[in-house]
């Protein structure tokens, strides 16, 4: 932390609160997002892939993989669940590669196919265990939180979201699209990506306070 | 003048800007709240990444027998397409039909009608060669049309023509929907080609919008072929021509969804990308 912000927030004042650095706020909230340079050059590498280079597939999945993973473990509840839709979307990418027209974004085709097989993989679940986790309280922050960072974590913040809000927000501060590559990868205008955006951190804000309030209680 | 910002400004700022600005960095240092926020939002847990052998074993699974695709064409060929195929079975109908409807319409009425027609042509076109390809930009939801171009077009219906009390009501309407219905199929086979290759993302939303696209054609014939301009039997055959192509458009993007879901794991099934 910068000295300013060592003089803007002491230590001992708000002990209990993970302090946002001034790095992390210029930036709005960068540290999650996967760097886009990892992403450079995808566009000619999907073309490759449409051309049959054999070298291509190992390429765009070990760029991809890592972000659609998060992604997906962002949205499902178990890691197993998250390492089988990684695998579905592959299979998923590999059979509509036609679909990708060359000198388009990458990311919000791959994601929009990902957000598809997220989509389908909830309702295969779902019929099968015919039951369902209810989300609408902030869940207890879990133990493997960083020790410096004891304030509730990105996943365990954004699990209190409604579907539709967690997935741009994950898309956004995980996948590191914009805001037109969101509406993109969700067949959304920007507007609409903008306001589902702002509900989350509204709604975030207040899961928030009635949390402090409930431990200042 | 400084201008200091509240809670609500800086979710609005988080949700439009990559980059906080000034002001809403000021009042994070300044707000528990919005810090915890920001910093909960900013907070990175640690995911395994996937493991070396399983991004081998998927590059390895999706490498075998790789051969070469040819990318979709362009947006615009597969837009000029839809519109020739619509106005050419329209135009084909027309002439086998005859356009009765034309004597009887006064020309407000004509061209009222037929400008709607064409707009929500364009408009339902536009949506569908959107969504044959996956991250396309929308300009307008793909939710939108399928609802909206139905409603509009009973206003404008409701506005222009007179509700009247016909006598043989259902049998009028019966013989429109007959002659409008199959019309409608005929143009959806001719859809489908199209969109085979493409549309994968919403079997439901795609199916409706083309069958409501392919139901347009027979109602655009009905509109320039029958001259029976009781409102009630625009809307309930011309219009319910359409309504019934969406329906089973969605009905069959609907059933399509089910069997890609409800299927076994995906890789038990044979891959099919490989089209050329």
Redesign the interface.
């Known amino acids: 932390m910068s000295g300013v912000s060592k003089e803007?927030?002491p230590q001992g004042v708000?002990p209990h609160?993970?302090?946002?650095n001034?790095s992390?706020?210029?930036?709005?909230?960068?540290?999650?997002v996967v760097p886009r340079q990892s992403f450079a050059n995808l566009d000619r590498w999907m073309e490759r892939y449409?051309?049959?280079d054999?070298e291509a597939?190992?390429a765009l999945?070990?760029a991809l993989?890592?972000a659609l993973?998060?992604f997906f473990?962002s949205q499902v509840a178990s890691?197993e669940q998250a390492?089988?839709l990684?695998?579905?979307a592959?299979?998923?990418?590999?059979?509509?590669?036609?679909?990708?027209?060359?000198g388009?974004?990458v990311?919000?085709?791959?994601?929009?196919?990902a957000r598809?097989v997220r989509?389908?993989?909830y309702?295969?679940t779902r019929?099968i265990t015919l039951h369902e986790i209810g989300m609408e309280l902030l869940p207890e922050v879990p133990t493997?939180?960083?020790a410096r960072?004891p304030?509730?974590?990105?996943?365990?913040?954004v699990a209190a979201l409604p579907q539709a809000q967690r997935e741009v927000?994950t898309m956004l501060?995980v996948g590191g699209l914009?805001?037109?590559?969101v509406?993109?990868?969700t067949?959304?205008?920007v507007g609409?990506v903008?306001?589902k955006?702002?509900r989350?951190?509204?709604r975030?804000?207040k899961l928030?306070?009635i949390q402090?309030e409930g431990g200042a209680r | 003048m400084s201008y200091s910002m509240n809670c609500k400004d800086v979710a609005k700022a988080l949700s439009e800007e990559s980059r906080l600005p000034l002001q809403a960095q000021d009042h994070v240092r300044s707000c528990n709240l919005c810090r915890e926020l920001v910093s909960a939002l900013n907070s990175s847990i640690p995911v395994d990444p996937p493991s070396p052998a399983t991004l081998r074993q998927i590059a390895k699974g999706i490498g075998t027998n790789l051969r070469p695709v040819r990318p979709l064409a362009p947006a615009r060929h597969f837009f000029r397409a839809f519109v020739g195929i619509f106005f050419s079975i329209v135009a084909l109908d027309v002439y086998r039909r005859g356009a009765f409807a034309i004597a009887v319409m006064t020309p407000l009425q004509t061209a009222a009608i037929l400008s709607v027609l064409a707009v929500s042509t364009g408009l339902l076109t536009y949506s569908l060669v959107h969504q044959m390809v996956p991250g396309s930009r929308h300009r307008i939801s793909p939710r939108l049309p399928p609802v909206g171009i139905p409603i509009s077009l009973t206003i404008v219906i409701a506005v222009l023509f007179q509700f009247q009390h016909e006598q043989n009501f259902w049998e009028n309407a019966w013989a429109c929907i007959r002659a409008g219905a199959p019309i409608g199929a005929l143009a959806a086979v001719a859809f489908w080609l199209m969109l085979r290759r493409g549309a994968i993302l919403s079997p439901s939303m795609t199916g409706a919008a083309t069958g409501l696209l392919a139901g347009l054609v027979g109602t655009s014939v009905l509109e320039i072929h029958c001259p029976n301009l009781d409102a009630w039997h625009i809307l309930a055959s011309h219009l319910g021509a359409a309504m019934l192509c969406a329906l089973a458009g969605l009905v069959i993007g609907l059933a399509a969804e089910v069997n890609v879901y409800a299927a076994d794991s995906p890789f038990k099934r044979e891959p099919q990308g490989d089209i050329e």
């Open positions: 803007i927030f708000t609160l993970a302090a946002a001034d992390q706020m210029e930036s709005g909230l960068q540290e999650n449409q051309q049959a054999p597939p190992a999945v070990g993989s890592p993973l998060r473990k890691r390492d089988d990684l695998q579905e592959w299979l998923r990418i590999h059979r509509v590669r036609h679909t990708y027209r060359p388009e974004p990311l919000p085709w791959i994601y929009a196919i598809r989509v389908d993989g309702r295969r019929r493997q939180a960083d960072n304030g509730p974590t990105f996943d365990t913040l927000v501060k914009t805001l037109d590559e509406a993109r990868a067949s959304s205008t609409a903008k306001q955006a702002h989350a951190y509204e975030l804000r928030l306070q402090e």
